[in-house]
C-alpha cells in the first residue's frame, strides 16, 4: 500500500513557500502522492450539505485562501522529482472540458507524467449558481465532458458531438505522456458515484470515510465490477480516512485499498511545515524503505 499526502492548496497550504516546503518534504520522505482539492466559491451560509462531514459543514472557513489546484500542482511539479501529483477533486462539471483537457495534458507533460485527473460531480448548489452552470444533470455531464476530453487526448484532430459540448476536427495539444491517456479517478463516496467510477475511471478517491466503513465501499466498487464485466484489480483505490492510525493499514490493504491519503493542514512557517511533513512520515511510512508499514 502506498502513502499519500493531502495537505496543499487551502489556508496555510495556499502560501508558496508553504508549498514549496510541504511538497519537497513529501518527495524526499517517500509520500507516493501529493493531492489538492477544489472549490471555485465557497458561500458564508451555504444551504446545500457538504457530503463529507457529520454536520453537512465544510470545515474550511468561506473566507479562506483557496488555490485552483492545477495551478498549485504545477507550482511542486516545479520543485519535486518523484513523487506523483493528482487532484482531488477537480469539479468537473464546472469547468470548459476542452480548457481542462488542455491544462490536465499540459501538467502532465511538465511534471514529466506524474499527474493523475480526480475529478468528482460537485455538492454545492451555490458554487454552480455562481458559476452559471446548471446544478441538475451535472453527474450526466461530467460523463460527457470526460468522454469529450479523452478524445481530445487520443485524436488529432479531434471531433465530439454531445449533450453539452461539441467540436469538430480541433486540435488540442500537448497530448498526455503515456500514449494519450491520462489516468482519472472520481471521488464520491456514494453507490452512484461507485458505479460511476467503475464505469468511466481508472480508480477511486474515497475521502474523510471511517476506516470500519472501507470495505463496504470497495465491496461495492469489486461487485460493480463483477456486473459490469471490468476486472477489479484495473482499479487503483484511494482513502482518506476520518479515524485510524497506522493500525488500520492491514485491515484497508486487506480491503483491496492500493492508496491510504493523509490528510492535513500544515503549519503556517516553511521550516516547521517540512518538520511537519517528516513527523507524518515517520508515522505513516517507513522511514527505511520509504513505503507503507504493510511492505
Not at 3 to 18: K, N, R, Y
Not at 89 to 95: G, R
Not at 124 to 134: D, H, M, N, T
Not at 248 to 264: I, K
Request: charge should be negative; hydrophobic fraction near 50%; include cysteine.
Amino acid at each position: 500500500m502506498r502513502v499519500g499526502l493531502h495537505a496543499i492548496g487551502i489556508g496555510d497550504g495556499a502560501h508558496p513557500d508553504v508549498i514549496r516546503a510541504v511538497a519537497g518534504a513529501a518527495d524526499a520522505c517517500g509520500f507516493a502522492r501529493l493531492w489538492c482539492g477544489e472549490h471555485v466559491v465557497l458561500v458564508d451560509s451555504p444551504a446545500s450539505r457538504y457530503p463529507y462531514s457529520a454536520d453537512g459543514r465544510v470545515p474550511v472557513p468561506a473566507d479562506a485562501d483557496w488555490l485552483d489546484p492545477l495551478l498549485a500542482l504545477s507550482f511542486a511539479a516545479a520543485v519535486t522529482s518523484r513523487i506523483e501529483l493528482a487532484t482531488g477533486v477537480l469539479l468537473l462539471p464546472e469547468h470548459n472540458p476542452v480548457v481542462v483537457a488542455k491544462q490536465a495534458a499540459t501538467l502532465d507533460v511538465l511534471s514529466a507524467g506524474r499527474f493523475t485527473l480526480g475529478v468528482g460531480v460537485g455538492w454545492s448548489a451555490e458554487e454552480f449558481a455562481a458559476l452559471g452552470v446548471p446544478f441538475a444533470g451535472r453527474a450526466r455531464r461530467t460523463e460527457e465532458y470526460l468522454a469529450a476530453m479523452r478524445a481530445l487526448w487520443t485524436q488529432d484532430p479531434a471531433s465530439f458531438a454531445g449533450e453539452f459540448t461539441r467540436f469538430d476536427a480541433v486540435r488540442v495539444n500537448p497530448k498526455p505522456l503515456r500514449g494519450g491517456r491520462l489516468p482519472v479517478v472520481f471521488g464520491g463516496n456514494s453507490e452512484a458515484a461507485l458505479r460511476r467510477c467503475v464505469a468511466l475511471a481508472d480508480g477511486w478517491y474515497g475521502f474523510n470515510i471511517p476506516a470500519a466503513d472501507v470495505p463496504s465501499h470497495v465491496a461495492v466498487l469489486a461487485d460493480e465490477c463483477s456486473r459490469q464485466g471490468r476486472a477489479f484489480g484495473e482499479l487503483t483505490i484511494a482513502v482518506a480516512l476520518s479515524d485510524g492510525t497506522p493500525d488500520s493499514l492491514p485491515a484497508l490493504a486487506a480491503a483491496g485499498v492500493t492508496e491510504l491519503v493523509v490528510v492535513g493542514v500544515p503549519p503556517s512557517a516553511p521550516d516547521a511545515a517540512a518538520d511537519w511533513v517528516a513527523q507524518l512520515a515517520r508515522t505513516w511510512i517507513d522511514p527505511h524503505e520509504g513505503q507503507s508499514f504493510l511492505q
